[in-house]
């Protein structure tokens, strides 16, 4: 049975970071296109990030150059390095995994001073 764990979410001043993080198991990550989706109130699911089993990358353009997907291949984790939060980055994030995606239960980061 395949699982998707987040953490890392929280509450953060406008111009912060913080790290999201997704324990995969039942699958290994390395070999599935792992991603990361977010939900504000009132909106439909977006997409945010995405890596490809070779390592190459892909971002929305609201994102790109302040957050950073990456993978730990040998503790089976994928990451969301977050910089430059601004107030709407707020929203609950979820991991996902493969086509079509599995999901986790998702993160809340909100960001707000």
């Known amino acids: 049975q395949v699982r998707l764990v987040e953490s890392g979410g929280g509450l953060v001043q406008p111009g912060g970071s913080l790290r999201l993080s997704c324990v995969a198991s039942?699958?290994?990550?390395?070999?599935?296109?792992m991603g990361w989706y977010r939900q504000s109130p009132g909106k439909e699911r977006e997409f945010v990030a995405q890596?490809?089993?070779?390592?190459?990358?892909n971002y929305a353009d609201s994102v790109k150059g302040r957050f950073t997907i990456s993978r730990d291949n040998a503790r089976n984790i994928l990451y969301l390095q977050m910089n430059s939060l601004k107030p709407e980055d707020t929203a609950v994030y979820y991991c996902?995994?493969?086509?079509?995606?599995?999901w986790g239960q998702g993160t809340l980061v909100t960001v707000s001073s």
């Open positions: 890596m490809f089993m070779a390592g190459n990358t």
């Open positions: 039942g699958r290994v990550i390395g070999l599935f296109t």
């Open positions: 996902s995994s493969g086509v079509p995606p599995l």
